[in-house]
């Protein structure tokens, strides 16, 4: 039962290079989000997916492209990194539609740009 | 707009003490409100949430929070602390028409032996 899962667990970036965080859920949930938590504040939503073929931004979008390739998967991509996106970032996924379902996380991805 | 404040950033407690947690919410509604908690290099795992009707809700690992619609408070509490509830715990409402879910910037807690 593996839930949420975040590929890679660790990557260490140049300033510049671009690269694609992986997110999937066996759960078929309809919504899924990203986050990046940062010290002393918190996780802030990067961008979120209410069902499949829709995307939306969220609080800290710049920088950050995604897709929704299926209901299950949902991608991350820095075009080009900046050490301002060093963080961990965190997948969620729930049933979505309202009736307040909570959200289901990945354990992270750490990500340290130099 | 909507807000998510933990005043507590770090708190120490003994082990076998109580324990309270608090969060505010500023919303425009009464919101879902849940408590998570996050361990060292884990993802965030939920304790217990808030849909309506009783006030007091019980959750996982002995936890409890308490939801006063007067002072807009969720406030997480656990008479007996123990040294495995060292984490950091995050307070979380989102929209009942919609799942898209706010944070608090979280509360660390330290179990002194």
Redesign the interface.
């Known amino acids: 039962n593996a839930g949420v899962t975040q590929t890679p667990k660790f990557q260490v970036l140049k300033t510049g290079q671009s690269m694609t965080l992986q997110c999937a859920q066996d759960m078929n949930h309809n919504s899924m989000y990203w986050y990046r938590q940062d010290p002393g504040m918190g996780l802030r939503l990067i961008y979120y997916s209410a069902s499949e073929g829709t995307t939306d931004k969220g609080e800290v979008p710049n920088g950050y492209n995604v897709s929704r390739l299926n209901k299950r998967e949902f991608s991350l991509r820095l075009e080009s990194a900046a050490p301002s996106q060093t963080s961990v970032y965190f997948c969620a996924s729930c049933g979505g539609g309202g009736g307040g379902q909570p959200q289901h996380f990945g354990d992270g991805t750490r990500l340290s740009i130099l | 707009a909507q807000s998510?404040t933990?005043p507590d950033?770090h708190i120490t407690v003994s082990e076998g003490a109580s324990l309270e947690l608090r969060c505010n919410y500023s919303y425009g509604a009464t919101p879902?409100l849940?408590w998570?908690v996050q361990s060292p290099?884990?993802?965030?795992?939920?304790l217990l949430?808030y849909?309506s009707g009783d006030t007091l809700v019980q959750g996982i690992k002995g936890f409890e929070a308490e939801f006063k619609r007067s002072q807009s408070s969720f406030n997480l509490r656990k008479p007996s602390v123990h040294w495995s509830d060292a984490a950091e715990y995050?307070c979380a409402v989102?929209p009942?028409?919609?799942?898209?879910?706010y944070?608090?910037?979280?509360t660390k807690l330290n179990v002194k032996p």
């Open positions: 998510v933990q950033i879902y849940f998570y290099g884990q993802g965030l795992q939920l949430k849909f995050f989102g009942r028409d919609f799942n898209k879910f944070f608090g910037s979280g």
